[in-house]
């Protein structure tokens, strides 16, 4: 399933073999997740977050006579993995209900020199890249456009609290294994 976000957990029983006490180490190998890091977790935990937040606030106001079916949009900057991990979050978050569901789109704002084989997985999970010069600088101004434009919702590589929370998935993980 593309939800999973369940990386195994290999153990080793050779470190520490030369001592009388053999003890056995677990590892979190988060370089199993489908994006190759541990930043799918946080992706996915706040584009399905926003996701939950906005169809609530949907089914609210059409209880008062409105209605909304709009995409939603998210926004970020990043030359790598968050950028890859948000493309393919908003990939899942748009195959929950099918096509009675809101579209998920991402809208990866990268600089230029970022690596092809990050920009190719970007494209290939769906993401809109959105190529930038290579300054901070420079990514943040084009995402704060893309939130205006566009009316999405900024998603920060690692200072947004879904993101952090969803990351912290994994000691949750290691802690129940």
């Known amino acids: ?14 470190i520490g073999s030369s001592t009388s006490r053999r003890r056995s180490l677990f590892f979190k190998v988060e370089a199993l997740q489908r994006t190759g890091s541990f930043k ?9 977050s926003l996701r939950d937040d906005i169809l609530a606030e949907r089914r609210s106001a059409a209880s008062a006579g409105s209605d909304s ?4 949009n998210v926004v970020t900057h990043s030359s790598g993995n968050h950028a890859q991990a948000l493309a393919l979050a908003a990939r899942i978050a748009s195959s929950i209900d099918g096509s009675a569901g809101p579209k998920v789109n991402a809208n990866i704002c990268m600089p230029r020199n970022a ?6 997985a970007v494209s290939g999970f769906g993401g809109e890249i959105i190529t930038t010069e290579n300054s901070n600088d420079a990514r943040e101004e084009m995402a ?34």
């Open 1 to 14: 399933s593309d939800q999973n976000t369940d990386a195994s957990l290999p153990r080793s029983t050779s």
């Open 40 to 48: 799918f977790r946080g992706a996915l935990n706040a584009v399905l």
């Open 69 to 72: 079916d709009e995409d939603i």
């Open 115 to 120: 690596p092809v084989v990050k920009r190719n």
């Open 144 to 177: 704060d456009r893309i939130v205006e434009e566009r009316n999405a919702e900024f998603i920060h590589p690692s200072e947004d609290p879904r993101v952090i929370a969803g990351q912290g998935t994994a000691s949750l993980e290691l802690v129940e294994q």
